[in-house]
């Protein structure tokens, strides 16, 4: 079992930046791919950011693609996301993922934990 616990969201004006953590529970954590998702007001969750268990591998929606950056460190089980310039339209509550395979991948059927989200409002 894989506890994650999402800190770092709060709310901030466009332009700005925001790291995000996410601390996961467990010893299996350098196996486990992880991702980021979201969900804003009145639409489905999408996808953000994953990476590999090893982080040799990472990829980005299209609409962070060049402003986010998705790291982590094994030997503390976190994650992280980096944001930078922020748009109001990156207004969402932030969801860590973890998979139980080592395979970065966007499609949120294939994680198998969840933490309870973060909330990122960005104002203009």
């Known amino acids: 079992q894989v506890q994650l616990v999402e800190t770092g969201g709060r709310l901030v004006q466009a332009g700005d930046s925001l790291r995000l953590s996410c601390a996961a529970s467990?010893?299996?954590?350098?196996?486990?791919?992880m991702g980021w998702f979201r969900r804003a007001p009145g639409k489905e969750r999408e996808f953000v950011a994953t990476?590999?268990?090893?982080?040799?591998?990472?990829y980005y929606a299209d609409s962070v693609k060049g402003r986010c950056t998705i790291s982590r460190d094994n030997t503390k089980n976190t994650v992280y996301l980096q944001m930078n310039s922020l748009k109001p339209e990156d207004t969402a509550v932030y969801y860590c993922?973890?998979?139980?395979?080592?395979?970065?991948?966007?499609?949120?059927?294939?994680?198998?934990?969840w933490g309870q989200g973060t909330q990122v409002t960005v104002s203009s």
């Open positions: 990476i590999s268990s090893r982080g040799g591998t990472t």
């Open positions: 993922a973890a998979r139980r395979q080592s395979i970065a991948t966007v499609r949120d059927s294939d994680y198998d934990y």
């Open positions: 467990g010893r299996t954590f350098s196996s486990n791919a």
